[in-house]
Structure formats: C-alpha cells, structure tokens
C-alpha cells in the first residue's frame, strides 16, 4: 500500500465507488468514440475531403485532443461524464493537464497495441478498484461520482 492510496476509497469498505465503473467505461468510451467520429465528419469538408485519405489518423489526433481537453477540464470525458465516473489520482486529485496528456498518451499507446489492450481490459475487470493498465502506470483510479456527493 502506497502513502497515498489512503486518500481514495478502499473497494471493500466503499464499493458503492466502484460498483459498475468497468461497465461505465465501456460505455462512455463508446459514446465518446461516436463524438469523436461525428468531429472527424465536421472536419472532413474543411480538408477538401482529403481527409478521408488518412481518416484513421484524422481520428487518433482529434480523439487525443478531445480526451486531453476534456479530461483536464473536469477530470472525465463527456461520455464519463454521462455515466457519471471521473478519474482521480491516488492522492484523491482530480487530473490536470499533465496528468491528462499522461493518461491519454497511456491510452493512445495500449490501443496501438492489442496485446496492452488486452493487458488492460483484463486489469479493469480483475482489479478490486478497475483499474486499467495506464491507471496502473499512473496511480489513477476511475471513480463512480455520485458516489463522492
């Protein structure tokens, strides 16, 4: 146990921050794949349709401003956001801008690579707090925030 994970719920006595959080991330990286499509389409007629020729890129650079942007701004995306989770640090933080680069490029990097992915979902469905594989790397822990309330 680190000196700072006492500033962040313990699953057992506090479940209720927990419960459903690897559900709720699907969720909400599904609905934050889909608005990120739909900026990737507003952005197309301003390429002149070139766009379409390096689409897969268009995405990974819009989805990582996206997720950088929103995640500092209030420490979740929109689509957590909706499903009402957040991310915190170990010591009960929100993100930052460093701390939201950090997990985005995390992120950007396990998706890039099927086997951290992997890595990854199979951390956030065996771990007691849900953790993925850049929360790991990162002391970060998704959190139910109606919980916090």
Known sequence: MSEYSWHIPDPVTQPEFYADVTSKRLLAWLVDTVLIVLICLLILPFTAFTGLFFF?????????????????????????????????????????????FLHTLGYTVSIGMPLLQVISIVLMLTTERAQGLSDHVLGTVALNRRAMT
């Open 56 to 100: 897969p890129f268009l995405m990974l650079v819009v989805g990582f401003a996206y997720r950088v942007a929103t995640i500092a701004r209030g420490s979740a995306t929109w689509g957590m956001r909706l499903v009402a989770i957040e991310f915190r640090r170990l010591d009960g933080q929100r993100f930052d801008l460093t701390m939201a």
